[in-house]
T-cell receptor
Framework: ETGVTQTPRHLVMGMTNKKSLKCEQH?????MYWYKQSAKKPLELMFV???????ENNSVPSRFSPECPNSSHLFLHLHTLQPEDSALYLC????????????FGEGSRLTVL | SQQGEEDPQALSIQEGENATMNCSYK?????LQWYRQNSGRGLVHLIL?????REKHSGRLRVTLDTSKKSSSLLITASRAADTASYFC?????????????FGKGTKLSVKP
């Protein structure tokens, strides 16, 4: 248990569906992150939130929409995805926003048909 | 890019042997971190070494950092089958976007009983 919980663990969706990934951290951290992990590629940083404010958006397509309603919760809303968006989506949190140690959830395995 | 790059991509050893993985990066760093990932799971933080440190130990793990060569190594001594996993280095710079952790592609370690 890392103190970061992601749901669902597995998700299959069609290209026209709308779904959401949820992340909750019980560590009292100030920063939260979404990373995408695809086969044979490095982890890609998607979004960073610090104190509920989005501070990074690494050129992620608009079909991915993050939401951070409070410092403990982070969502990734998905709509009209493409098959190449199939990947493991990892949520992480850290106490220090800059160069801090990351605590990861177990990930949400997304398959887009 | 400050992205770390691990070497080798894959490593297979017998239980009881030592495993050494290397990481190279391109720009100055605040710190360098090593993470472990079991198949299909989230990443787990192993050790953090700051730019002014040269060596750190944690149990059977030993990490070295050579900032003049922009490289780090992770040594796992007396390996066990349970050490089978992918190992990633991640680098972080100073402030702003440079403070984000950027991961390499990882080394896949297989320890045979």
């Amino acid at each position: 248990e890392t103190g970061v919980t992601q749901t669902p663990r597995h998700l299959v969706m069609g290209m026209t569906n709308k779904k959401s990934l949820k992340c909750e951290q019980h560590l009292g951290h100030n920063a939260m992150y979404w990373y995408k992990q695809s086969a044979k590629k490095p982890l890609e940083l998607m979004f960073v939130y610090s104190l509920e404010e989005r501070v990074e958006n690494n050129s992620v397509p608009s079909r991915f929409s993050p939401e951070c309603p409070n410092s403990s919760h982070l969502f990734l809303h998905l709509h009209t995805l493409q098959p190449e968006d199939s990947a493991l989506y990892l949520c992480a949190s850290s106490q220090e926003r800059i160069a801090g140690e990351l605590f990861f959830g177990e990930g949400s395995r997304l398959t887009v048909l | 890019s400050q992205q770390g790059e691990e070497d080798p991509q894959a490593l297979s050893i017998q239980e009881g042997e030592n495993a050494t993985m290397n990481c190279s990066y391109k720009t100055s760093i605040n710190n360098l971190q090593w993470y472990r990932q079991n198949s299909g799971r989230g990443l787990v933080h192993l050790i953090l070494i700051r730019s002014n440190e040269r060596e750190k130990h944690s149990g059977r793990l030993r990490v070295t950092l050579d900032t003049s060569k922009k490289s780090s190594s992770l040594l796992i001594t007396a390996s066990r089958a349970a050490d089978t996993a992918s190992y990633f280095c991640a680098t972080a710079g100073y402030g702003g976007s440079q403070g984000n952790l950027i991961f390499g592609k990882g080394t896949k370690l297989s320890v045979k009983p």
